[in-house]
């Protein structure tokens, strides 16, 4: 016998615990007597803990002060702020003179006018303008922090840079405003657009190597005075080590990682052995080496400064554990991909740069990001051996003559500004993985 | 005349015209390939005419996949020759490169890029190693997906279409790159019973504008429709190979036999 079911079953509403406030408390919280109990307690246990630290850390607090003792004077049960306030510029820049900070401040303003375009949905050729992120900015921002006389080499870098920078922006402008680039913009101002395309790229270089030499000019005519390493520090410092070790990781992890999985013998072997030497030695370890083994093993006469000596290291170390969360990424991505790329014609780097990486890299976003995370905190393993970074810094404050004893609010300090950082670089990940997924939508 | 006489005779109309004008497109000799110490394909020759249409099918581990991912070096035989369109199979990648453009494939698991919209996976190809501007890939581009039918979907995403549309995807990309031939592995295997028929559809329309095809599937009726020879691969032999007919309703050999009865 059949069964035909005549009726359509109607739609009815969710029960109440679905996607309301009151029907969550009540099934997961009070849906007891025991439990609300239980609730209760746990609600007064959190109660005196919040108090405790809003009395000591808000309440009771002292905010400004001229010594340790002062602030002992005023409260005796509240936190002395006061010492990490009055600590502040060295806590964010260290030892560097307080009249030339401003050059700190405004390398940092030019790296986010160079990045910001990235984030503008409008302007084209966002891969150019991040590869020079990653070589040119460097240049102009070392110039900025260090100062000092200029080699021919620096010279002829911080001016490319410079153009290069006005050209983003300039392009970044017309993108979003005209949405338009720089080259058309150009090339109709100069009523080159007409012409043959040989005849366009001789116009462009034209004007390239006259701005060059322009800014080249100009240049020469002034110069920074010049900051030592050794002055550097605070989060300044940890930015510079970090960013740079970020900035080096991603591109050095994919060239390893392509290289472990290279089917060339010796590049293989060379990769491998690589990756498993960092990766099985600590960092600290790593450190030690590049700043006392070193230069053991140099010729006489020959040294680079602690802080170059460090970067290098970070970077390496870094690279090399990128490389394996990229192979990880790589492995993800099926067979199949590799072989559908092969067949309309891609080689090897082709099917690598459109096909495997893009997908790659978006699968491990979180991982990206996780080690990026990782290497910022990682940052401050520098401390112990006597570069005065944020860490430092913050433990500096106990030793000044003024503040004697004072760890824990520097430490506080310290761990809340860290944790706004990795929180919001944690965030943004999340967003970058929503915003690029392909899966679902509609 | 029944519409599958008809296609017959289409058929034997094209085998005829192949044989006369004789460009032989694939020419295997003597291939051999191991993997490790496994022997998938046993001595095998074939040749393969402009404008033929070849069905090759056998039990799964026969080496039938193995045989058609060498033509365009997917696979490396370890010896033996392969010509295609005149250039020899060794370890020169840019001759490698070469034939893989002129050798258009369709997988199983469709392989479209999941990153790329619809329109962009038709025209990656042409772009980036015909050089062909933008503008006119996406011209030929659209053209394809309308001829697989659903130009519609251009500016979709792999993962938001259904098996079958998926497949015809993958077929119109390969178009895109103007191959001299076509080789399908198992384009049906992955697809519900209610998709196969719009992807064979697709097929046939193919077969039906003289392209060179090599067709690894189990869709026996297809393969009597379009084929101009059958092969039977077994252990990595080429068992037995026949026109449709003849291999459908005589097959000779005993491998055969079995087989046959067990799938019709």
């Given at each position: ?31 007891s ?26 309440q ?12 002992f ?43 910001a ?25 070392g ?11 620096m ?54 190597a ?43 992890g ?13 590049i293989k ?14 960092l ?7 700043t006392?083994?070193?230069p ?29 969360v ?27 740069g ?11 976003i ?7 995370i ?5 940052t ?16 500096a ?8 004893g004072l760890?824990h ?32 939508k509609? | 005349m029944?519409?599958s ?17 004789a ?13 490790s ?15 033929e ?35 020899t ?13 002129e ?5 199983q ?10 329109l ?17 890939a ?127």
């Amino acid at each position: 016998m059949g069964i035909v079911n005549a009726t359509k079953t109607p739609a009815r509403s969710a029960p109440l615990s679905e996607g309301s406030v009151l029907g969550w408390l009540r099934i997961n919280l009070f849906s007891s007597v025991a439990n609300t109990i239980l609730t209760v307690v746990a609600l007064y246990i959190i109660f005196l803990l919040v108090r405790g630290i809003w009395v000591w850390g808000i309440q009771e607090a002292v905010w400004s002060a001229e010594s340790r003792r002062e602030c002992f004077k005023i409260s005796k049960e509240g936190a002395c702020w006061a010492g990490v306030i009055n600590w502040l510029d060295s806590i964010f820049y260290g030892r560097y003179p307080r009249e030339e900070i401003w050059r700190i401040n405004v390398g940092g303003l030019l790296l986010v006018l160079w990045m910001a375009p990235l984030w503008i949905p409008r302007v084209k050729g966002k891969v150019i303008i991040g590869l020079t992120t990653v070589f040119l900015y460097p240049f102009l921002a070392g110039y900025f922090f260090s100062g000092g006389e200029k080699g021919i080499f620096m010279q002829v870098m911080v001016s490319a840079a410079i153009v290069c920078l006005v050209a983003i922006t300039i392009h970044a402008a017309l993108g979003f405003f005209a949405n338009s680039s720089l080259l058309q913009f150009l090339l109709r101002i100069t009523g080159a657009d007409k012409s043959s395309e040989k005849n366009q790229r001789n116009v462009l270089l034209g004007l390239l190597a006259a701005a060059f030499i322009g800014v080249f000019v100009w240049q020469m005519s002034w110069q920074f005075e010049s900051v030592t390493w050794t002055k550097w520090g605070g989060l300044f410092l940890t930015f510079v080590i970090s960013g740079i070790g970020i900035a080096f990781a991603l591109p050095g992890g994919i060239i390893l990682a392509l290289g472990r999985r290279s089917k060339l013998p010796v590049i293989k072997v060379l990769s491998t052995t690589f990756i498993e030497l960092f990766r099985s030695v600590p960092l600290i370890t790593v450190l030690f080496m590049a700043t006392t083994m070193f230069p053991l093993f140099m010729p006489d006469g020959f040294a680079i400064n602690k802080l170059v000596q460090v970067i290098i290291a970070v970077c390496l170390f870094n690279a090399c554990y990128m490389a394996e969360v990229v192979r990880a990424g790589l492995q993800a991505i099926p067979k199949g991909q590799e072989e559908g790329a092969y067949t309309i014609g891609l080689g090897y780097w082709g099917t690598m740069g459109l096909i495997i990486m893009p997908q790659a890299l978006k699968v491990m976003i979180p991982n990206i990001v996780g080690s990026f995370i990782g290497i910022l905190k990682d940052t401050t393993l520098v401390s112990i051996i006597g570069l005065f970074d944020i860490l430092g810094m913050l433990r500096a404050i106990s030793e000044d003559v003024f503040w004697r004893g004072l760890h824990h609010e520097p430490l506080l300090f310290g761990a809340a500004l860290f944790f706004i950082l990795c929180f919001a670089m944690s965030k943004y990940s999340r967003h970058l993985e929503a915003k690029l997924s392909t899966d679902h939508k509609d | 005349m029944t519409a599958s006489q008809k296609q017959d005779a289409q058929g034997k109309q094209a085998k005829l015209a192949s044989a006369a004008s004789a460009e032989v497109m694939i020419q295997l000799t003597k291939v051999n390939k191991w993997y490790s110490d496994f022997h998938v394909l046993k001595d095998i020759d074939l040749t393969v005419h402009k404008g033929e249409r070849i069905v090759v099918c056998g039990p799964s581990g026969s080496g039938k996949s193995t045989l058609i991912r060498c033509i365009n070096h997917l696979e490396e035989h370890q010896e033996g020759t392969i010509v295609v369109d005149g250039i020899t199979l060794d370890k020169n990648l840019k001759n490698i490169d070469h034939i893989r453009t002129e050798v258009g494939m369709v997988f199983q698991s469709f392989n479209l890029f999941p990153h790329l919209t619809i329109l962009e996976n038709l025209t990656l190809g042409p772009i980036w190693t015909r050089k062909t501007p933008k503008a006119e890939a996406q011209a030929t581009a659209m053209k394809y997906l309308e001829r697989v039918k659903i130009p519609e979907q251009a500016d979709k995403f792999p993962g938001q279409l259904s098996g079958g549309q998926q497949q015809r995807v993958a077929i119109a990309r390969s178009l895109c790159m103007n191959p001299k031939i076509m080789l399908f592995d198992e384009p049906t295997s992955a697809l519900d019973p209610e998709m196969i028929k719009e992807v064979l559809d697709v097929m046939v329309e193919l077969a039906d504008t003289g392209m060179t095809m090599i067709v690894v599937t189990h869709e026996m009726g297809f393969a009597k429709t379009i084929a101009d020879r059958v092969i039977f691969m077994d252990e990595g032999d080429i068992v037995e190979e026949n026109e449709p007919n003849e291999f459908f309703n005589n097959p000779q050999h005993k491998r055969t036999q079995l087989f046959l009865s067990q799938i019709l």
